[in-house]
C-alpha cells in the first residue's frame, strides 16, 4: 500500500520568503508523486509531478519538488514566497498505473505581508 | 486542454432525498474517472473508481448502494446520493486520466459542495 505524510499541517512564511513545504511516501513500487493546490471551495490543481524520469522537477508558478529515493521524500519549494501562493497544499502518490492515488493530510500555506 | 467539469457547484437538500452529480471531461475522453470526498479542513478520501461500460470500484467502507456510480459515456460519469443524511454533508471532487495522453495524471473538477439538512 502506498502512502504520503505530509510533516506540518500549517506553514506560514513571509511574503519574499522560501517556501517548503515537506512531503514523505512509502511505497512498495516505484512511486508517481504529485503536488496539488487547492483554492479555497475549489477543486485541486496539479503543480508538478514526478514520473520517474528527472529527479528535480519544475512545476507552474514557480515551484519546483526534488525526488530523493534515499530519503523517501518528495519535498516542495519556492524560492520567494508571493501572497497569492496562500492555499492548501497536497502531496499525493499512486502506482504506474495511476490507479490508486493517494493524498496527504495537507498543508495550509499562509503568506504574511 | 485538459478540463473538467462538475454539476451542480453546490446542492442543499432535505435529508432522505437523492443527488445526482455529474462530472464531465470537456475536451477529452476518459476511460477511468475517480471520486473523491473531502471533509473540512481534511485531505481527499478516494471513494470508488468509476469505468466506463462497467461496474464501479469502490474503496473498503463505501457503501455502494448509497453511493451509485454511472459512467455511461467516455465524457461523463455521474454519482448519485442515495437518501442523503446530514452526515453525506461534504465537498465531493472528480478527477479523469485522459485517454489519449499520458495516464500518469489526473485532473480534477471543481468539485461539489453537498448540504443535507
Known amino acids: 500500500a502506498q502512502s504520503v505524510t505530509q510533516l506540518g499541517s500549517h506553514v506560514s512564511v513571509s511574503e519574499g520568503a522560501l517556501v517548503l513545504l515537506r512531503c514523505n511516501y512509502s511505497?512498495?513500487?516505484?512511486?508517481?508523486l504529485f503536488w496539488y493546490v487547492q483554492y479555497p471551495n475549489q477543486g485541486l490543481q496539479l503543480l508538478l509531478k514526478y514520473t520517474s524520469a528527472a529527479t528535480l522537477v519544475k512545476g507552474i508558478n514557480g515551484f519546483e519538488a526534488e525526488f530523493k529515493k534515499s530519503e523517501t521524500s518528495f519535498h516542495l519549494t519556492k524560492p520567494s514566497a508571493h501572497m497569492s501562493d496562500a492555499a492548501e497544499y497536497f502531496c499525493a502518490v499512486s502506482d504506474l498505473n495511476n490507479n490508486d492515488m493517494r493524498f496527504g493530510a495537507g498543508t495550509r500555506l499562509t503568506v504574511k505581508p | 486542454g485538459a478540463v473538467v467539469s462538475q454539476h451542480p457547484s453546490r446542492v442543499i437538500c432535505k435529508s432522505g432525498t437523492s443527488v445526482k452529480i455529474e462530472c464531465r471531461s470537456l475536451d477529452f475522453q476518459a476511460t477511468t474517472m475517480f471520486w473523491y470526498r473531502q471533509f473540512p479542513k481534511q485531505s481527499l478520501m478516494l471513494m470508488a473508481t468509476s469505468n466506463e461500460g462497467s461496474k464501479a470500484t469502490y474503496e473498503q467502507g463505501v457503501e455502494k448502494d448509497k453511493f451509485l456510480i454511472n459512467h455511461a459515456s467516455l465524457t461523463l460519469s455521474t454519482l448519485t446520493v442515495t437518501s442523503a443524511h446530514p452526515e453525506d454533508s461534504s465537498f465531493y471532487i472528480c478527477s479523469a486520466r485522459d485517454n489519449g495522453r499520458s495516464t500518469d495524471t489526473q485532473y480534477f473538477g471543481p468539485g461539489t459542495r453537498l448540504t443535507v439538512l
Open positions: 511505497s512498495s513500487v516505484p512511486p508517481y
